[in-house]
T-cell receptor
Framework: GQNIDQPTEMTATEGAIVQINCTYQTSGFNGLFWYQQHAGEAPTFLSYNVLDGLEEKGRFSSFLSRSKGYSYLLLKELQMKDSASYLCAVRDSNYQLIWGAGTKLIIKP | IAGITQAPTSQILAAGRRMTLRCTQDMRHNAMYWYRQDLGLGLRLIHYSNTAGTTGKGEVPDGYSVSRANTDDFPLTLASAVPSQTSVYFC????????????FGPGTRLTVL
């Protein structure tokens, strides 16, 4: 079967750095996405990795290792507005997205 | 309209009733999707459409049907609602760019009693 694993919840301090991990087992791989979802709102696109390595976009970076079936999202200089759920999704061989359950990130002052 | 709209925002429905959730996008995206999101579970694909006139089944299609008469609209119908269909429903569409990232509507919160 297909499976995406992420921690359920993480807590971090404002101004700090946090890393959210995602491991996956899917039938085929055609890219990995990270989305942010604030409570009661729709998911919004954060990043996309299809090749191994680090993709940096401002305070957010995403890393991929295809051989390990592993990705992480790195958030720097945390702000209170970063309190949200972070969803990892893998595009499989049918070009459909398989979603993890999401990691709820709580930022404390 | 800017992006994707969904209607209604929320609905309480008696079991056995028929219900259609509406979804409209103005981005001219070819692909559209319906997901349900339940606490502790990831988004699960119900149905999708790669282009107008075609539809496909996702992971959890039972009890739901869709149609795609044109590019902009992708309604989801519950023929006879059951309590297990209580969920938040998101419609999404895909860009045609390199990422093909999905853009989501604001969601419909459906409660079936």
């Amino acid at each position: 079967g297909q499976n995406i694993d992420q921690p359920t919840e993480m807590t971090a301090t404002e101004g700090a750095i946090v890393q959210i991990n995602c491991t996956y087992q899917t039938s085929g791989f055609n890219g990995l996405f990270w989305y942010q979802q604030h409570a009661g709102e729709a998911p919004t696109f954060l990043s996309y990795n299809v090749l191994d390595g680090l993709e940096e976009k401002g305070r957010f970076s995403s890393f991929l290792s295809r051989s390990k079936g592993y990705s992480y999202l790195l958030l720097k200089e945390l702000q209170m507005k970063d309190s949200a759920s972070y969803l990892c999704a893998v595009r499989d061989s049918n070009y459909q997205l398989i979603w993890g359950a999401g990691t709820k990130l709580i930022i404390k002052p | 309209i800017a992006g994707i709209t969904q209607a209604p925002t929320s609905q309480i429905l008696a079991a056995g009733r028929r219900m259609t959730l509406r979804c409209t996008q103005d981005m001219r995206h070819n692909a559209m999707y319906w997901y349900r999101q339940d606490l502790g579970l990831g988004l699960r694909l119900i149905h999708y459409s790669n282009t107008a006139g075609t539809t496909g089944k996702g992971e959890v299609p039972d009890g739901y049907s869709v149609s795609r008469a044109n590019t902009d609209d992708f309604p989801l119908t519950l023929a006879s609602a059951v309590p297990s269909q209580t969920s938040v429903y998101f419609c999404a569409s895909s860009s045609d760019g390199d990422y093909n990232e999905q853009f989501f509507g604001p969601g419909t919160r459906l409660t079936v009693l």
